[in-house]
């Protein structure tokens, strides 16, 4: 079955500091989706990336699809602790009406 | 509508006893998606449902889960004969159906979290 690998799987960041995380999988995607789940609480939705090489940016925080649409990254950029949470990949699998998610990065920032 | 809601929030039982968790999406979405968390790990797709047709069910779903959605609105996920195993947070959320490759865009309830002593 379809491999979600995200790296690293926990990042401690001092604030103001970047952070970046990555997610690969074994196959080519029609798209990929960002959510960021907080502690205690429940995925909530980002963005999703259907274009090759494609680059968005909601303030702070900068997605990337990969040029062969198997990997994707998100980067933030001047950490906040409001940024605290893990951050999960998901891709459409089977006929794409199911979403797998990666394994999941945690960023922990603080003071 | 303010979103997808679960109930209960919380459910301690003891091994061997049955649960059921319900879920009411958001009113106009026509997909219903049933996901377990554990601890450290992402969510896992268990089963899923567009209007009350429940198209796919994930081999993590074993005989004694059972999902339904009797008239394409709230759903209802059981749990027969508890194990300890099923202790999880069970993630229930909801998205229009979208006719093209695009995905489905999810928005998730709070979660049920479920502890099977």
């Known amino acids: 079955g379809q491999q979600v690998m995200q790296i690293p799987q926990y990042q401690h960041v001092q604030e103001g500091e970047d952070f970046t995380t990555y997610c690969n999988s074994s196959?080519?995607?029609?798209?990929i989706q960002w959510y960021k789940q907080r502690p205690g609480g429940h995925p909530v939705f980002l963005i999703q990336?259907?274009?090759?090489?494609e680059v968005k940016k909601q303030k702070r925080l900068t997605f990337q699809f990969g040029e062969a649409k198997k990997n994707s990254s998100l980067h933030i950029t001047a950490t906040q602790t409001t940024d605290v949470g893990t951050y999960f990949c998901?891709?459409?699998?089977?006929?794409?009406?199911?979403?797998?998610f990666g394994t999941g990065t945690r960023l922990q920032v603080t003071l | 509508d303010t979103g997808v809601s679960q109930d209960p929030r919380h459910k301690i039982t003891k091994r061997g006893q049955n649960v059921t968790f319900r879920c009411d999406p958001i009113?106009?979405?026509?997909?219903l998606y049933w996901y377990r968390q554990t601890l450290g790990q992402g969510p896992e797709f268990l089963t899923y449902?567009?209007?009350?047709?429940?198209?796919?069910k994930s081999r993590l779903l074993s005989d004694r889960f059972s999902a339904e959605r009797p008239k394409g609105s709230f759903s209802t996920l059981e749990i027969q004969r508890t194990e300890q195993g099923d202790s999880a947070m069970y993630l229930c959320?909801?998205?229009?159906?979208?006719?093209?490759?695009?995905?489905?865009?999810?928005?998730f309830g709070a979660g049920s979290r479920l502890t099977v002593l």
């Open positions: 959320a909801s998205s229009p159906y979208i006719s093209r490759s695009g995905a489905n865009v999810l928005t």
């Open positions: 196959t080519t995607l029609s798209n």
């Open positions: 990336l259907v274009k090759s090489g």
């Open positions: 998901a891709l459409p699998t089977g006929t794409a009406s199911k979403l797998t």
């Open positions: 009113s106009e979405h026509n997909r």
């Open positions: 449902f567009q209007n009350e047709a429940q198209l796919e």
